[in-house]
């Protein structure tokens, strides 16, 4: 051991020299710069290769007269990590290094040092781009140990829900579990987990303003938010033990953004689109949805001009949830006072009367147009190549006024007979499946059978196996309106998908060639440009088609930089959930960290063990039944972001392996995903 120590410089903590990260390591460095600004850092030193720091004292000798020095006026000393690699903005490395406490004696405190030491070489990379920092590129900090009678980790911004007006705080004073404070910038208490009676908090109010004092001087130095530890003595003197960037802050939404969701335009555009087929099929939808709120009045027409009711993200569909009625307003009150939408509805109202009873008239004809029209297109081998862009372009006027339709018979003419599309396909298969026909007789004799088929541009996907339907098929002719129109709002997307297949055979027969998958990422104005006059675009090469298994959407949220930030749908209660710790959202199948791992591997757990953290990249999911946000395991879970839920009751005999699960990082919601029910429910449908 001597010949470690031997090896190694002593920097005092409140040098100059301590301020630089490459030299002291950036905890001990932060540590100086706090100390020099005056902040209450406990005073210590720092052990450097001797090569950092010419000049220092080296060797044995200076090591054992800094440590007895510190020693004399310390009842144990604390050793621990300073790498140049941890506690910096782009990682924290959080307790992935060992640090040894209470450490007494000279050779224990050799020992604490090799410790230290050692650890540094047992660390491996979780980064492709991370260096393993090795025995050579670690310092060692050594300060007094303080046993505090409260402490705990502080956030000086919530980086789950990417506020900097709340500050997070995780205390506690050795004898109870531990309590989470939510603060605002103000001192003011928010809210506490596990709730806390009045006069028996860990943090007093004189200890909280303290502490929101400290972290707004901590902030000042730093020049941004700040995750601390910090310690009251028994004197009652508060510390700072550690202060080091944030490193993963949630995006937060923009005040007023909208709350969007998959809703029921999901049902139509299940899967992830390509570019062309969102211009295709996304832009009508949203055009003829527009139409129809704007008919029953539904919005004011200067909103509906500025905003599209439907839009994608990531290639999902998504639709706003408000202009669709699918959540209450946010401001009823202010609604039912507003003499606008009640004046706007009454102007609506003669409509809305005349087309009740018109609109089974007005869909009856829209579909038989359709149908004539879909029925006289020739074969796509028989059009030129402008009739086939021709055919395509129609397709998109005729599915706005279909959107439109469909949605003003499902708000104005109910269910109707209750029959759907997706069962009279489901019927017509069974009994064609009885009768031996294979799938291309099935689809030529039965289009409806296209409700069962998601819209693509690409190969069609096959049709469901044994479905286990009984019902007897009763003719498209049967359906109710809703379902007519639904029906051929997919016709015609099919129809747009034969053409688009066929001229993507014919550009690569030509000179411009660039396939249907590259065909794909055109826009619709780039296709027209591409058939018309063999012009692609320059950037087509570089273009990267989204992959279809994408994660899905949650059910409510609104973008932060283009990136969905979950929000728990109003109405919402789950009592089994937990405590969101960010990351995002995610699906995938449920692991307890033994054997092999699943390819969408959602970690549950009852702890959030730091030996877990080379696990954590490619994780889908992360489930803990307790911690919290603060934990070294979830700040490392957000920089890989890996959603995340912590505090899940009963996660671990809830969530067996194997099974599906969705976690949702901002709310906590975790969500088993049970196929077999599934199956049942729709059966008894």
């Not at 295709?280 to 704007?294: I, K």
């Not at 018979?409 to 269910?415: F, K, V």
């Not at 297949?501 to 619709?524: D, I, K, M, Y």
Request: glycine share 12%; charged share 20%; hydrophobic share 45%.
């Amino acid at each position: 051991m001597g010949h470690t120590v031997a090896r190694l410089a002593v920097v005092p903590l409140d040098s100059e020299r301590a301020q630089d990260p490459a030299v002291t390591g950036a905890k001990a460095a932060n540590l100086a710069r706090s100390a020099v600004a005056g902040l209450p850092v406990l005073p210590g030193f720092v052990l450097v290769p001797s090569d950092r720091a010419p000049g220092a004292a080296i060797g044995e000798e200076a090591v054992r007269d800094a440590w007895r020095a510190l020693d004399a006026g310390a009842e144990a000393l604390v050793v621990r990590s300073s790498s140049a690699h941890e506690d910096t903005e782009d990682s924290s490395m959080a307790g992935r290094f060992d640090s040894v406490l209470d450490v007494r004696g000279w050779e224990a405190f050799t020992a604490a040092v090799r410790t230290v030491l050692d650890s540094a070489r047992r660390v491996r990379p979780l980064r492709p781009t991370e260096e393993a920092p090795g025995d050579d590129g670690m310092a060692v900090l050594v300060q007094p140990m303080l046993r505090a009678a409260v402490g705990g980790v502080m956030f000086t911004a919530d980086p789950v829900a990417g506020r900097t007006d709340r500050m997070l705080v995780s205390a506690v004073d050795g004898s109870t579990q531990g309590v989470r404070y939510q603060l605002t910038r103000f001192a003011r208490l928010v809210r506490t987990e596990p709730a806390e009676p009045a006069g028996q908090r860990l943090l007093t109010h004189r200890r909280i303003t303290r502490l929101v004092t400290l972290a707004k001087r901590t902030e000042r130095v730093f020049g941004g938010p700040q995750d601390m530890e910090f310690g009251f003595d028994a004197d009652g003197k508060l510390w700072l033990f550690q202060a080091r960037p944030i490193t993963a802050m949630s995006a937060r939404p923009a005040p007023g953004a909208r709350l969007l969701g998959p809703g029921p335009v999901a049902e139509t555009l299940p899967g992830v689109l390509q570019p062309l087929e969102e211009d295709l099929w996304v832009t009508p939808m949203s055009h003829g949805l527009t139409l129809a709120l704007d008919i029953a009045g539904a919005a004011p027409r200067r909103t509906l001009r500025k905003l599209p009711v439907v839009t994608t993200v990531g290639g999902r569909v998504a639709a706003d949830l408000r202009l669709l009625g699918a959540v209450p307003s946010a401001h009823p009150v202010l609604d039912f006072i507003n003499p606008a939408p009640g004046a706007r509805r009454a102007g609506a109202a003669w409509r809305i009367g005349r087309l009740t009873s018109a609109l089974p008239l007005l869909a009856t004809d829209l579909m038989a147009d359709v149908d004539r029209a879909l029925a006289d297109i020739p074969e796509t081998g028989q059009l030129l190549g402008g009739q086939l862009l021709d055919a395509v372009s129609w397709g998109r006027e005729v599915l706005s006024s279909l959107h439109a339709q469909e949605s003003l018979a499902g708000a104005l003419l109910g269910p109707g007979s209750g029959a759907t599309g997706a069962g009279e396909a489901l019927a017509a298969l069974a009994e064609g499946r009885s009768r031996g026909l294979d799938e291309e007789e099935l689809l030529a004799r039965h289009p409806v059978l296209m409700a069962l088929l998601p819209p693509t541009l690409g190969a069609p996907a096959p049709l469901p196996g044994h479905t286990g339907w009984t019902a007897l098929p009763r003719g498209v002719g049967a359906l109710p309106v809703r379902e007519g129109l639904r029906l051929r709002i997919r016709w015609v997307q099919e129809m747009q998908a034969r053409m688009v297949r066929e001229l993507a055979v014919r550009l690569r027969a030509g000179q411009c060639a660039p396939g249907l998958s590259r065909l794909a990422l055109l826009s619709w104005e780039e296709l027209v440009l591409a058939t018309e006059e063999g012009v692609l675009p320059e950037d087509l090469h570089e273009r990267v088609p989204r992959t279809p298994d994408a994660d899905p959407l949650p059910a409510a949220f609104r973008l932060a930089d283009g990136v969905p930030v979950a929000e728990l749908p109003p109405g919402r209660r789950n009592s089994g959930d937990g405590q969101g710790a960010g990351g995002g959202f995610g699906t995938g199948i449920a692991w307890d960290g033994r054997g092999e791992r699943p390819e969408h591997a959602v970690l549950v757990v009852r702890s959030l063990d730091p030996a877990l953290a080379p696990v954590l990249p490619g994780l889908a999911g992360l489930v803990a039944e307790t911690g919290s946000a603060l934990s070294h395991l979830a700040v490392l879970a957000r920089e890989f972001k890996v959603p995340t839920a912590v505090g899940v009751p009963g996660a671990v005999d809830r969530f067996p392996g194997g099974v599906a699960l969705t976690v949702d990082g901002a709310t906590g919601a975790v969500t088993q995903q049970n196929a077999e029910n599934t199956q049942g429910e729709e059966s008894a449908a």
